[in-house]
């Protein structure tokens, strides 16, 4: 089933087959900018695989406690000399075993989201109008266990980045309202399952093309309820297919 709740779920599916290609667990796209001025500025995030309750949960404790558990490889990456152009690194290409599983981020953070290994790959281009230098930077990680990231795979991802960035521009667009925000920002499933419903999918419907149960299904439509202060389908469609409509 199509992801139609809104363009940004084009750009997950895309994703999301790229982590399966990789064998990855889970990652990230963002979207940034550096400013004449040489500012750097995160404008926007989707994630993109299997991100865990504990994962999730994790990262935003590290996004609260980022400055005193510092993520050594962010921190080498972004430091490098060909960071804000075409650049691809796995983990262990810019820091040393003994520094990822000695830091004190891998203890806090890492073991308990049940994440290791990790590449960051990113690519650029100069917006003409704004004339600031827009970064597509994208995270895959792989599950504790899991064997690390090879060259091979370093340079698929970053073959693949670079093939698609010409149409990331095209198809990601700037939330122009509180609820299309919203909708940008629902996890995956209840975004499959909000698409599902614009769709005119019943509940048994979305659960086979999910491969997932009646009942997990139900579930999520609660949340979307809950999520847009709905009582019903009907209102939860008036609240989101405008949105939809409007960015098609």
């Known amino acids: 089933m199509q992801d139609c709740a809104d363009p940004v779920g084009q750009i997950k599916l895309i994703f999301d087959s790229a982590t399966a290609q990789i064998d990855a667990l889970a990652g990230f796209l963002s979207k940034s900018s550096i400013s004449n001025m040489g500012q750097l500025n995160i404008e926007r995030i989707i994630d993109v695989g299997d991100w865990s309750t504990a994962a999730r949960s994790q990262r935003d404790r590290y996004a609260k406690d980022c400055d005193a558990f510092p993520d050594p490889f962010v921190e080498a990456f972004m430091k490098d000399p060909k ?6 690194a796995r983990r262990e290409d810019l820091i040393s075993d003994e520094a990822w599983y000695e830091s004190p981020h ?3 953070f890492r073991i308990p989201a049940g994440q290791d290994a990790c590449m960051y790959i990113s690519t650029s281009f100069r917006d003409l109008a704004s004339g600031t230098k827009v970064i597509w930077t994208v995270c895959f990680v792989r ?3 899991k064997p690390q990231f090879t060259e091979e795979e370093r340079d698929l991802a970053f073959s693949f980045l670079h093939s698609v960035e010409p149409i990331l521009a095209d198809i990601w667009r700037e939330a122009s309202t509180e609820t299309e925000s919203q909708i940008q920002a629902l996890p995956h499933r209840l975004r499959r399952v909000l698409g599902g419903i614009q769709a005119g999918l019943s509940e048994k419907e979305i659960a086979k093309q999910l491969s997932l149960s009646p009942h997990t299904v139900h579930g999520y439509v609660k949340d979307l309820y809950g999520k847009f202060g ?3 389908r009907a209102e939860l469609l008036i609240a989101t297919l405008s949105q939809r409509n409007a960015m098609t």
Do not use: L, N
Not at 83 to 88: E, I, K, L, T, V
């Open 143 to 145: 599950a504790i266990g």
């Open 83 to 88: 960071f804000g152009g075409p650049f691809a």
């Open 230 to 232: 709905v009582r019903s």
């Open 106 to 108: 891998y203890k806090e």
